[in-house]
């Protein structure tokens, strides 16, 4: 028999589950559980329903304790739920026994990431390392909720060891589905090092930030070039590199993807090619959302992961974007007066830094003054290697 037009179409639906602890306390994950929705909004999944338990510890077996677990299980059955998205990783061994109980799929936060990567994914280089970091964090969490094989079997048979040996038959799959993208990987990473070495008297300037925080949108009106920019978590997850041309400089500017809370590490191992767009930059554009509750540790988590990817300190511009979404709260939060000047921001945030801009990209406010601090960085790089050419 086959499937309507509209049972194809049917919006999967899920629950979002978060443990409160010493670490983080009731607001703060809520503030991860309005994230976690919008990362499953993203994929295109429908929230329905949400779950936290005060524990010190995730359980070792379930993650949540056994009356919560009740509590989920009772929900799924209710409102005929198709995941249950968890905030933090998951062991193998939870994933299994969470499976087993509760008879859905279940996601962690993790898992969650690289299937919106894998979707949002388009050239050959960005689809071929999401796979392979997919693969990677899939290999030894592989249940019969995920085998594709389990999918296609008919109702016979399929009792006993069955799924088990066809769990095996897709590990071995899976790895061979490994050995073959690290290969196309590496390939596409040397054209890539070609590419860049032909770049290499080039002055690069590199846009990076959380995810969502208007880094394609900047890109789009300072190159007036076509750039995808979305209102959705990792709009970009290829990098996109721009020639410009200030005051008779030019110079290459890339934009590249966006990072967020607890980014998986397969995904920064399998992104290498990408991210060293970052490590060979010479001058990062850090681009904050000023008028998100969050930005300040936004802006850490990013400074950490840039950390991570550079180990050391690059010159950079910050520019806080979305100054025309600044809310009562945030003034009320700062002690500013409204309206909220550029002034009251620059004595509030810049603390004598002169690196430091705020603009708003959505309606094209003090980008003049963006790229005359951008011209300031760039020419210094750029007469260090071409002293001839200064004026």
């Not at 049972?7 to 899920?14: H, R």
């Not at 980014?263 to 000023?290: G, M, N, Q, W, Y």
């Not at 094209?364 to 290697?385: D, F, G, Q, T």
Request: with cysteine.
């Amino acid at each position: 028999m086959k499937k309507s037009f509209s049972t194809l179409a049917k919006k999967e639906t899920a629950i979002l589950v978060a443990l409160v602890n010493n670490q983080q306390s009731k607001d703060r994950v809520k503030e991860y559980l309005e994230e976690l929705e919008f990362l499953a909004t993203t994929l295109g999944v429908k929230v329905l329903d949400r779950f936290t338990q005060r524990l010190e510890k995730p359980d070792i077996r379930t993650f949540v304790g056994k009356g919560k677990l009740e509590e989920i299980k009772v929900a799924i059955k209710a409102q005929n739920i198709d995941k249950v998205i968890f905030d933090d990783d998951l062991t193998p061994s939870q994933l299994r026994n969470l499976e087993k109980i509760l008879k859905c799929q279940i996601y962690d936060r993790s898992l969650l990431i690289l299937d919106i990567f894998l979707k949002r994914a388009q050239t050959a280089r960005a689809k071929t390392q999401v796979e392979l970091a997919r693969f990677q964090y899939l290999l030894p969490r592989l249940t019969r909720m995920w085998t594709h094989l389990e999918r296609q079997r008919g109702g016979t048979g399929t009792r006993g060891g069955a799924g088990e040996k066809e769990i095996e038959t897709d590990r071995r799959i899976i790895r061979n589905q490994i050995t073959v993208l690290r290969k196309k990987l590496d390939k596409i990473e040397k054209q890539q090092m070609t590419q860049r070495k032909s770049r290499q008297n080039m002055v690069r300037v590199a846009l990076v930030g959380y995810t969502n925080v208007g880094k394609s949108t900047l890109m789009k009106l300072l190159t007036k070039a076509e750039v995808l920019s979305e209102d959705k978590l990792f709009a970009t997850v290829d990098s996109t590199v721009r020639k410009m041309v200030i005051n008779s400089v030019p110079f290459l500017i890339s934009d590249t993807v966006g990072f967020i809370r607890k980014l998986p590490s397969h995904l920064l191992d399998s992104f290498k090619s990408t991210l060293d767009e970052i490590r060979e930059a010479d001058v990062l554009l850090h681009v904050v959302d000023i008028s998100h509750p969050s930005f300040e540790d936004q802006t850490e988590i990013v400074n950490k992961t840039l950390m991570d990817i550079c180990g050391e300190q690059k010159p950079t511009i910050l520019v806080y974007n979305k100054i025309d979404s600044i809310n009562g709260s945030f003034q009320e939060r700062f002690e500013l007066e409204p309206p909220v000047d550029l002034e009251q921001l620059r004595t509030t945030f810049m603390n004598g830094d002169q690196d430091t801009v705020f603009v708003s990209a959505h309606e094209k406010r003090n980008i003049k003054e963006l790229r005359e601090k951008i011209y300031e960085k760039v020419a210094e790089k750029y007469y260090a290697i071409y002293p001839n050419y200064i004026n």
